[in-house]
């Protein structure tokens, strides 16, 4: 196999890449990878690197000295680094053959770290230090930055929740039932019943946590449900036949840039903008305003698409 056909083998689908992943941090994960995979590194080592990468780039927003600017692109560049090693990972996961579900865990909660701490960073940066505008409002009311904070935090949360569903749910009908990590409350589980708290404490205690982001996911997409509910119905395990995949996935594929918006890119570009124009408060009412806008647009599109293939069956 060519470098070239390696490469292409490393990502999901190009229906799912978007333009800055495939033309930057895809090309440079797959060098990480190749790397990894010549020094023996498992994909779950790479995350937990990242993580570490990651939280400290996010820490390192906090100041807002000018004699300390240095920090704050010390940090972005720590934070390009840890997301070049979460490219990583999942391409090290497809070029070996390392799949897991706790792989996936680890690599869905890993972002979630980074943002922890940025967002602490950015709330303490307004409250000790201040901003371009308002100035020192945040520092003489707290509860507000903490209450944008805690908005935008749930929010990021739901945003990425569904663009990661809906993608997942995209690759089920591009490649099929291997080539997604669409998962169902159900399966999980008949999973978790097979774990004992005795043997498997960790795997039963994350496998609990998953289940209840997953039921979120299914809660969420009612119609989405219907449609699962009657492909299984007809079809069972087997494959969905290629004309019905085909007519989902030219329906659905529009929606792809949406799920790209939600996930990193767009959103850590408003906040390192937010943070050099020194009003990192710009970035929690980015996310607040505009992200959920498109997800709630997002969901209402999905929504009628599965409810047209339904009745289509």
């Keep these: 196999m060519t470098l070239k056909e390696e490469y292409k083998a490393s990502l999901k689908s190009m229906d799912t890449e978007e333009w800055l992943d495939l033309h930057f941090y895809r090309p440079i994960g797959f060098v990480w990878a190749k790397l990894f995979a010549r020094l023996g590194v498992t994909p779950n080592a790479v995350t937990i690197a990242s993580i570490f990468l990651g939280v400290a ?54 972002g979630d770290f980074w943002f922890i701490a940025i967002y602490f960073a950015l709330v303490f940066r307004e409250i000790h230090f201040g901003d371009r505008w308002p100035g020192h409002f945040f520092a003489t009311h707290q509860w507000v930055i903490w209450t944008l904070a805690i908005v935008a935090g749930v929010s ?113 570009i408003a906040m390192f903008i937010a943070v050099l124009i020194d009003m990192p408060w710009l970035y929690f009412a980015f996310e607040i305003v505009v992200l959920n806008a498109l997800m709630i647009y997002m969901i209402t599109r999905h929504e009628g698409i599965c409810r047209k293939a339904t009745a289509s069956l």
């Design 156 to 268: 990021h949360a739901m945003q990425c929740a569904m663009a990661d569903y809906y993608r997942q749910f995209h690759l089920y009908f591009v490649k099929g039932k291997d080539g997604s990590e669409l998962d169902s409350t159900e399966q999980l589980a008949q999973q978790n019943a097979q774990l004992t708290w005795g043997h498997d404490f960790m795997a039963k205690f994350t496998l609990m946590f998953y289940r209840q982001y997953t039921a979120n996911q299914e809660r969420w997409t009612p119609a989405m449900q219907r449609l699962r509910r009657a492909l299984k119905q007809r079809y069972g395990d087997e494959t969905v036949p290629t004309e019905f995949a085909q007519r989902f996935r030219q329906m659905s594929l529009p929606l792809m840039k949406f799920t790209n918006i939600l996930t990193f890119n767009t959103r850590v």
């Design 57 to 110: 780039g996010g820490i390192l927003l906090y100041w807002r000295q000018p004699h300390l600017a240095w920090l704050n692109w010390l940090g972005i560049l720590l934070i390009v680094w840890a997301n070049s090693y979460d490219s990583a990972d999942g391409q090290l996961a497809r070029l070996t053959g390392q799949y897991s579900r706790m792989g996936r865990i680890l690599d869905g909660v890993s």
